[in-house]
């Protein structure tokens, strides 16, 4: 951890927001979106309120109804309540001072704001502990446009003696209504994000992960929070937060004895005390917040302009229709199976052929996922002419070459695992347990960084024409533990082990800024704004299925936009749920997200291959507006009535893209009817249907134009009520 440089008296040049009653008012906003905290030297900084800008802030006063009756308590919010005083929440703070001393008591010092560019202001506020000679910083990012605000703290010891960081959060927000709705996103390998809203009741709920890697499998550190009632898409007020941190993570939701709601975000403390040695510091992740007034739809909105620009790798470049090996090929390939799937691929349209997990290790070959995890060789029996000549066989035919890597984990079975046993994470003389076969890397020690930086670099230097890598991570942490982690040190690890994948994924983008990298955990089990940033687009789910996609991809895309969302045609019946789906519902559902086919193309025969050659023309015609327009949720597939819609605008409204899905059947009386939105309400659009099968329409009045306010109010019918119906539309203004 590196030495403190600040300089204490930075902070005494305080840069000032406003007075009000004495009180310093400290604002942090956007263009449309407000923070307001109240602070007077030697005091608490109160959290004043968070929500759509006031129309006029300057004279922002206290509410000043907060008492507590028995307590002598002043019940006004902390900006950061820390364990101490008259703190009985769960706290953002517990710290332990080295002579065993259990409580902290923050006061203000000062404040910063800087200009960091157009779009970008900084507010830096600090506390201190009364006694102590520790600090803490909360700081604020504002991004102007996108109404994102990214909050996150430094713990800084800056006196002579350790502390002892139990828990720091990113962020506490504390909210007051008649009630609250969560909406969080759960689920497994092969679900992941599935919503759940429920209405919270007294006491504390807590979303979390303690798996170390694929921490997203099962919750999600992204929620939604809505006042008053369930979270509406155009309606409601609806504050949210995503933690942009790939390890674990803690979100706690406490319903007080005030009737208040008291949300805390970030590392999740479970055995992760941090050691502070005298003028270190420890950072927290960021915690990614918006709010709207207007339903979940503009918070939506909000993330995917923010992502696409600031946490998304090339977020301004149309991404490539993909063939991808794995459910076409998993392990069983030679060289002809790969060219052919590549020569086909080329026939469909089809931009990039990625070769997944099989390609490498020779004394353990990668015949199964029981052997070879760590030996980044290419298999000499099964690809003779190695890497280079299917990456050039690829550019011949047209298409960009990617390759599968995954450098954190090692197969027991693997030169590595018998050459370094030391880089395993391991629980000292316990079993090291298997997960999928494979072992944990420690990625908290430098040399593993190293070897991993290094793996992505021999990998992508095996070929000029590498231009992707899917980087995968198959096992989560279990009997915890590093070699390389002194033995006081041990509960270290899960910060440094983030630590340690952050910088080797610094040290790639540094060397590597143009390659195209998708974040993949088993399907859905890293993703997060922390590791996204990194990355052009993530792998949803290994599950495929359209039918359990549209819920997936649902819930990944409350956040994560569409630019970013692997989506692939796989073959009938579907190899995770044995589902028989028609090939327009795969494609349909596919075509909302990156498009892309996980199959083997030569299977794709007759009608079908007419079809699919056309849809995959079909999606670069609506590509640029699902990849960079303005997301419109329509029906939610989880309404229970069998029907899912959503759109896409482009941002200057002058097309849009519908998709209508039936994921039951309906009876024979009941009809598809839906109003459209995000339209400009006084041009006119032509609706066109596209992605057509066997000269099926569903929609009847093909090509006719319509106003786009009468789209919006009174909307349109389909006919789509028999099971795993769909329908694409193309509108655009005349
Ligand atoms: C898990 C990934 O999610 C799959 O797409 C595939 O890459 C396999 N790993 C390969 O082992």
């Not at 929070?225 to 007020?237: D, H, T, V």
């Amino acid at each position: 951890m590196k030495r403190i440089t600040f300089c204490v008296l930075f902070f005494c040049a305080i840069s000032i927001s406003g007075f009000s009653q004495g009180k310093e008012i400290i604002k942090v906003e956007t263009n449309d979106l407000i923070m307001i905290f109240s602070a007077s030297k030697n005091e608490n900084v109160i959290f004043e309120y968070w929500g759509d800008k006031l129309n006029d802030a300057s004279v922002f006063v206290s509410k000043g109804f907060r008492s507590q009756p028995d307590s002598n308590k002043d019940s006004s919010p902390q900006i950061f309540p820390a364990y101490g005083g008259k703190l009985y929440l769960n706290p953002a703070l517990r710290l332990t001072y080295h002579d065993g001393v259990l409580t902290t008591e923050l006061e203000y010092v000062g404040m910063d704001k800087k200009t960091l560019d157009e779009n970008r202001i900084e507010t830096v506020i600090r506390l201190k502990d009364k006694i102590y000679p520790v600090f803490v910083d909360v700081h604020f990012v504002a991004y102007q446009k996108e109404n994102i605000i990214c909050q996150s703290v430094t713990v800084i010891n800056d006196g002579k003696k350790n502390v002892s960081v139990e828990n720091v959060a990113s962020s506490y927000i504390p909210l007051h209504a008649q009630s609250y709705y969560l909406t969080h996103f759960h689920g497994t390998w092969a679900a992941e994000m599935q919503l759940k809203e429920e209405k919270l009741t007294p006491g504390v709920k807590i979303i979390e992960s303690k798996k170390g890697v694929r921490t997203t499998q099962s919750e999600s550190p992204s929620f939604l929070l809505s006042l008053n009632g369930p979270a509406q898409e155009n309606s409601g007020e609806i504050y949210a937060g995503s933690l942009a941190w790939s390890g674990n993570f803690a979100l706690s939701f406490e319903f007080d004895e005030r009737g208040m709601l008291n949300i805390l975000g970030g590392m999740n403390p479970f055995a992760s005390t941090y050691h502070l040695l005298p003028k270190q510091k420890l950072q927290t992740p960021e915690m990614v917040l918006t709010y709207s007034s207007n339903g979940k739809g503009q918070i939506t909105r909000n993330y995917h302009d923010w992502s696409r620009k600031y946490a998304l790798q090339h977020g301004d470049k149309i991404r490539p229709i993909i063939l991808n090996s794995w459910e076409g090929a998993y392990f069983n390939f030679d060289e002809k199976t790969l060219t052919d799937m590549m020569d086909n691929a080329a026939k469909f349209g089809i931009e990039m052929f990625v070769l997944d997990d099989g390609w490498f290790g020779n004394k353990y070959p990668r015949n199964g996922d029981n052997a070879g995890l760590g030996d980044w060789q290419v298999n000499a029996k099964k690809l003779p002419h190695g890497i280079n000549y299917l990456a050039d066989y690829a550019v011949a035919k047209g298409l960009k070459f990617g390759i599968w890597i995954e450098p954190e984990m090692v197969n027991p079975e693997s030169d590595l695992a018998k050459k370094h046993p030391e880089w395993v994470v391991k629980s000292g003389a316990r079993d090291i347990l298997p997960m999928r076969n494979q072992w944990l890397l420690d990625l908290s020690n430098p040399l593993v960084q190293d070897f991993v930086f290094n793996t992505f670099d021999q990998v992508v230097s095996m070929s000029h024409n590498i231009s992707y890598i899917k980087w995968d991570a198959n096992r989560h942490v279990d009997n915890v533990g590093s070699d390389y982690l002194s033995k006081e040190n041990q509960t270290h690890f899960w910060y440094d082990y983030v630590k340690g994948l952050y910088s080797v994924y610094d040290r790639i983008r540094a060397k590597y800024p143009d390659i195209e990298i998708q974040l993949c955990s088993s399907g859905g089990g890293r993703l997060d704004f922390g590791a996204l940033k990194y990355h052009d687009e993530f792998w949803a789910s290994d599950n495929t299925s359209p039918l359990n996609r549209i819920f997936i991809q649902y819930g990944s895309n409350t956040f994560f936009p569409a630019i970013a969302t692997a989506a692939h045609v796989s073959t009938s019946p579907n190899h995770q749920t044995g589902q028989m789906l028609p090939l327009k519902f795969r494609f349909d559902v596919a075509m909302t997200g990156r498009l892309g086919m996980e199959l083997q193309p030569k299977d794709i025969i007759g009608d079908d291959y007419e079809f699919a050659k056309n849809a995959i023309k079909d999606y670069k015609l609506i590509r640029p507006i699902v990849q960079f327009g303005d997301l419109y949720r329509l029906i939610s597939p989880y309404d229970e009535n069998g029907w899912s819609s959503l759109m896409y605008v482009s941002k200057d409204k002058k097309q849009a893209a519908f998709f209508a899905f039936s994921l039951k059947y309906h009876d024979r009386t009941t009809f598809f009817e839906n109003k459209l939105n995000g339209l400009d309400p006084t041009k006119n659009y032509k609706v066109t249907e596209i992605n057509i099968k066997s000269g099926h329409h569903s929609f009847s009045n093909n090509e006719k134009v319509y106003n786009g306010d009468y789209l919006m109010k009174v909307g349109l019918g389909m006919n789509i009520g028999n099971p795993f119906d769909s329908s694409v539309l193309l509108i655009e203004q005349q």
